[in-house]
């Protein structure tokens, strides 16, 4: 098992790479951040792509920094958890040995919610289990996969609840032989416990099938009652056809401050109105705002990971944009005045890439953006860039693309107006329970009906939506993938702010408080507040009280606080109230740009109001993580 990689023989490397290269498959092995052997930038993936037998080049590079098959098994394997069975070829190929995780004493977890049980199944091993359910009086399965979900409905006390986890070998593969020869363990079944989930039924709320058929049961008592001839006795009906979200997530971007580009006036705004409507309907929205094109691109990947089955997910960004051959181009705010260059913009065909294996239930993206296109002789190189996304084509369902404006036609913002054109007329329409493809055709109709902008601005819609999904549809959290748990945990602490910090200035018995509020949903921004208050010598450390009066020196002194040049800082105001006196504060933006794995650090700088220019004393404060800077802390 310490063979390195570039050591294999050259049957089994050839082998290796041809497996590892269907589909890009190794792209997925590839580790962003963490992993120093795996590790690699989306420019060299590119660059990669671009060669012939690109797979036997990542291997090569892997064995170069000394990455032995062992290494590469358990890699695999920490993946299997979540592409389940993807790599198990790629393992086969390698005569790894069959095995089984030790099966935990809870062999099957139950939780639930208002409206449903989850069993999931815990086994896990080599090759990936087949998992199915069975019920105490079945000898089909009732379901097949890791999590079964059922309705909290008096009806599933019916049954009990089991799990059967089946782990082979394939026949009728080239490594099936080496395998299954006699004598060798090539198969196996666990076989879980009964469930019994009788104390996670509601008895106060039936399930929409139980209560149809106690509808009919009752009309039919009624109108017998009444001498009404009744046709037919009430059926009870096998499927729930309500439409439902497993998880609701949204990623927002809007850029403004461009840096070579003129600057935008409305998208903070626009950005800001979409994601509180998206909030109220229980979406976990990131609304960022002024990325770089590298930033866009990995909090696109960080938006993936909670994205599964069932799940509803938004995109929308506004900012600068343009178009070739039919695809858009979005713009960092780091983009140059001549930007009609493939590396200077993100691609759809490259954010498709990013999501192909995934397959959620709605996925609506909203691109706010100017389609004009780019100038002739720039075509040529944006066409040979898209050849590399030919490999990753193929039909995708349930999306929907909202585009403000047709092709080759510019956006706008109307002067005096908060919103863009495309968000002044979305977010009266954004909360409704239609589906979404209705909700954008009533935008276009209202466009239509503005006579400034009817004839400048035309939205454009596409879609392969098969059911006529609204944003408002209810959201059931029934675990859609096995990491839902710990999305929702994240996400929760991603919201936490940190404590209030307070800073002793002992020579001049002050105290100053530095604390944050929320800038709307969970963002990039926050508002830093600093107060000060009289100091008693006595108090702990930790013990700093206030006064029930402040005193004139207290009064008579102010707390400006300067973080790091790569962060945005406003000009400092004050804001005064009956409850806290007089305070000074900021809107700190930028907070992805922090790069310290402590967090966020600052000065704190004590002047004296007759000369705020002049620091009299100043000190150094660790505040720790705080909302975006969170997101590398929980991976």
């Known amino acids: 098992m310490e063979t390195n990689l570039a ?35 989306q420019i060299d993936i590119d660059t990669f792509l671009k060669r012939d037998n690109c797979c036997d080049q990542v291997l090569r590079r892997w064995g170069n920094r000394g990455q032995t098959v062992g290494d590469l098994l358990a890699r695999l394997q920490l993946l299997s958890r979540t592409y389940e069975d993807e790599f198990d070829i790629v393992q086969f190929q390698l005569r790894q040995v069959l095995r089984w995780v030790p099966y935990p004493e809870e062999q099957v977890t139950m939780t639930f919610d208002e409206q449903f049980i989850r069993l999931e199944c815990k086994a896990q091993g080599f090759p990936t289990p087949q998992i199915k359910w069975y019920t105490n009086d079945s000898k089909e399965p009732v379901h097949t996969g890791r999590v079964y979900t059922i309705l909290r409905c008096k009806c599933s006390t019916e049954h009990q609840y089991k799990c059967v986890a089946i782990n082979q070998v394939p026949e009728g593969l080239s490594f099936s032989e080496h395998y299954r020869k006699p004598g060798k363990l090539w198969n196996s079944v666990l076989e879980s416990d009964f469930v019994d989930v009788t104390s996670c039924v509601r008895d106060d709320e039936l399930c929409e099938s139980c209560k ?32 439902r979200a497993a998880d609701k997530v949204a990623l927002v971007m809007s850029n403004c401050s461009y840096v ?13 109105t979409l994601a509180d409507a998206l909030q ?28 599964g089955d069932g799940v509803y997910a938004v995109f929308y960004f506004v900012g600068h944009g343009f178009e070739v051959n039919g695809q858009c181009y979005l ?27 995934k397959q959620p239930a709605l996925n609506l993206l909203l691109l706010d953006v100017c389609r004009k296109f780019v100038p002739y002789d720039a075509i040529g190189a944006f066409v040979e860039y898209s050849e590399q996304f030919k490999k990753f ?7 929907v693309y909202g585009y403000s404006t047709s092709g080759g036609v510019g956006a706008y913002e109307v002067k005096g107006e908060v919103n863009g054109v495309f968000m002044k007329y979305l977010k009266n329409h954004v909360q409704l329970e239609i589906s979404v493809i209705d909700m954008l055709n009533k935008v276009l109709l209202d466009i239509g009906d503005d006579q400034k902008v009817c004839d400048l601005q035309v939205p454009e819609i596409r879609s392969t ?63 830093v507040l600093s107060s000060i208050a009289d100091f008693r010598p006595s108090q702990e450390d930790n013990e700093v009280e206030e006064t029930e009066e402040a005193s004139e020196n207290a009064l008579n002194h102010r707390a400006f606080v300067e973080f790091p040049e790569e ?37 704190v700088h004590l002047r004296h109001v007759n000369d705020l220019e002049k620091t009299i004393e100043k000190k150094h404060v660790d505040i720790g993580h705080i909302l975006i800077t969170r997101i590398k802390c929980l991976q």
Request: charged share 25%; aromatic share 10%; with cysteine.
């Open 465 to 527: 939506l098969t059911h006529p999904r609204s944003l408002a549809d209810p959201l059931i959290f029934d675990g859609h993938t096995a990491s839902f748990d710990n999305h929702t945990i994240h996400w929760r602490l991603m919201h936490e702010l940190p404590n209030p910090a307070t800073i002793r200035f002992e020579t001049q018995q002050l105290v100053a408080t530095i604390w944050f509020q929320f800038c709307g949903n969970f963002t990039n921004k926050v508002y």
């Open 567 to 603: 962060l945005h800082c406003s000009d400092a105001k004050e804001y005064s109230d009956d409850e806290e006196g007089v305070s000074m504060y900021w809107i700190l933006s930028g907070l992805q740009k922090i790069k310290k794995e402590n967090g966020l650090s600052c000065e």
């Open 7 to 41: 050591e294999l023989p050259v049957r089994v490397f050839c082998v290796l790479s041809q497996e590892l290269g269907k589909d890009n498959l190794w792209i997925k092995v590839v580790d962003f951040d963490q992993d120093p052997i795996y590790s690699m930038k």
């Open 212 to 243: 149809n058929f106690e509808m009919g049961r009752l009309s039919q008592i009624l109108a017998e009652d009444e001498k009404v001839e009744t046709k037919s006795v009430p059926v009870r009906p096998n499927l729930d056809v309500t439409l």
């Open 260 to 272: 070579h580009l003129p600057e935008l006036i409305t998208p903070h705004c626009d950005a800001q």
């Open 331 to 357: 713009l960092g705010v780091d983009a140059p005045a001549d930007a009609h260059q493939p590396q200077h913009a993100m691609s759809m065909d490259w954010l498709l890439s990013i999501f192909r294996d």
């Open 280 to 307: 109220k309907m229980n979406y976990k929205t990131v609304t960022l705002a002024d990325l770089t094109l590298d930033e866009m691109r990995y909090f696109i990947r960080e938006y993936k990971k909670l994205i």
């Open 393 to 399: 084509h193929r039909a995708h369902r349930n999306m």
